[in-house]
DNA sequence: GTGTTACCGTAACGTCTGTTACGCCGCTCT
DNA sequence: AGAGCGGCGTAACAGACGTTACGGTAACAC
């Protein structure tokens, strides 16, 4: 990491390596040497940059929420449909591709730390809170007729389906291939009535 | 934990404490010390039944998986129709009550800590391929007239949807409840046209 | 009661952790 | 060009970690 003093970006380079080093090494493994080695630079400017590991992992987390919330905005405003949006949106939840398998181990690894840090899981149910209320939105709108009794467990089974599937494949990618989670989700969708063409 | 040679007990005696501080405290801080406080002991017995501390691990791990398969056999058994043992073997799937919201914490834990270890790995995939396993030959049997092709995605819908929803209820009990996860399954249960009354 | 066995608590080891303190070195300003 | 400043690498710290070695003591045979 070259010298220079533009802390956002240090911040998320250094972000970056904590991503790299739960998918890969585990949380086990997530120390501060562990961080800047993947960020290739040294702990001094790790603690020089937050006031202490937890710090660090507050931030990346919720750098991470943040850049997923803009991704899915951005596929739910590109969307022409609100069915479309909605698979769209499912979709990006699933682990189809290295990226998103990568985006499942490390979301698990913050998961799994959240236990033992107050902080971490209020940030977990934060973000999980409006991520569903954005999927009953979604819903509602597809089915534009269902009272809220119906759309409610909809939603919660497509939201649980796609987060089951992606710590499925994120555990076991051979056997998880992206068709099968995408043939998984139109079977869904269909079957509540959901479909794109329905 | 009273002085005797039952090694088998005490393998158990100590994997429960393997479950309690993952539980409780997270896999940050399973270490042998915490394990061997919380089964009563010093790490001296542990560190006597046990090799290293993976062992421990593992053995947790595989005494957990047993025992869930031991239940979930039960329940399959206890089933007056395929139907109905499908939606108790998914039901229990779900985080409900204390004791399966621990569970599901558990799994997490294990689940992160096999990102760094192979064997641990291995376990979960052949766990969970037998599981998927499962809940194929159950939807088989409730749908008799259903080709593979339908099978397959309606039971990886199934079990994802009864995996996450367990995640989330881990993580957010009080925005969970039991009702919610209960209507969820037998919603999608009918919507796949696999309701009990169907 | 006495001797033997081995179970397991105690204590120590070296390693690795998060964190702190120090100081070099490149940038900036005059 | 030289002084001042601050970013960040280096090195050390105390504590916690996994693991090992040793010894006291309960449990059994007789």
Redesign the pocket.
């Given at each position: 990491?070259a010298?220079?003093?533009d802390r956002p970006a240090?911040g998320e380079a250094l972000s970056r390596a904590v991503w790299d080093v739960l998918a890969h090494q585990g949380l086990e493994?997530l120390?501060?040497?562990?961080v800047a080695a993947a960020a290739g630079?040294?702990?001094?400017?790790v603690?020089?940059r937050f006031p202490?590991?937890?710090a660090l992992l507050l931030h990346a987390r919720e750098l991470l929420h943040e850049k997923s919330r803009v991704r899915v905005d951005a596929l739910e405003a590109d969307a022409a449909t609100p069915r479309e949006a909605l698979r769209a949106v499912l979709h990006r939840g699933l682990a189809t591709d290295p990226e998103t398998v990568t985006d499942s181990v490390v979301w698990m690894g913050f998961l799994a730390a959240a236990v033992s840090d107050g902080e971490l899981i209020t940030m977990h149910r934060r973000h999980n809170r409006s991520w569903r209320a954005r999927i009953e939105r979604l819903v509602a709108a597809s089915a534009p007729d269902w009272t809220p009794a119906q759309v409610k467990p909809a939603a919660l089974g497509l939201i649980a389906m796609a987060e089951g599937v992606a710590a499925f494949a994120a555990a076991d990618p051979s056997h998880y291939p992206a068709a099968d989670q995408e043939r998984m989700l139109d079977t869904a969708l269909a079957a509540y009535g959901l479909g794109v063409s329905g």
């Amino acid at each position: 990491m070259a010298r220079t003093a533009d802390r956002p970006a240090q911040g998320e380079a250094l972000s970056r390596a904590v991503w790299d080093v739960l998918a890969h090494q585990g949380l086990e493994k997530l120390t501060v040497r562990a961080v800047a080695a993947a960020a290739g630079c040294t702990t001094g400017l790790v603690m020089h940059r937050f006031p202490n590991r937890r710090a660090l992992l507050l931030h990346a987390r919720e750098l991470l929420h943040e850049k997923s919330r803009v991704r899915v905005d951005a596929l739910e405003a590109d969307a022409a449909t609100p069915r479309e949006a909605l698979r769209a949106v499912l979709h990006r939840g699933l682990a189809t591709d290295p990226e998103t398998v990568t985006d499942s181990v490390v979301w698990m690894g913050f998961l799994a730390a959240a236990v033992s840090d107050g902080e971490l899981i209020t940030m977990h149910r934060r973000h999980n809170r409006s991520w569903r209320a954005r999927i009953e939105r979604l819903v509602a709108a597809s089915a534009p007729d269902w009272t809220p009794a119906q759309v409610k467990p909809a939603a919660l089974g497509l939201i649980a389906m796609a987060e089951g599937v992606a710590a499925f494949a994120a555990a076991d990618p051979s056997h998880y291939p992206a068709a099968d989670q995408e043939r998984m989700l139109d079977t869904a969708l269909a079957a509540y009535g959901l479909g794109v063409s329905g």
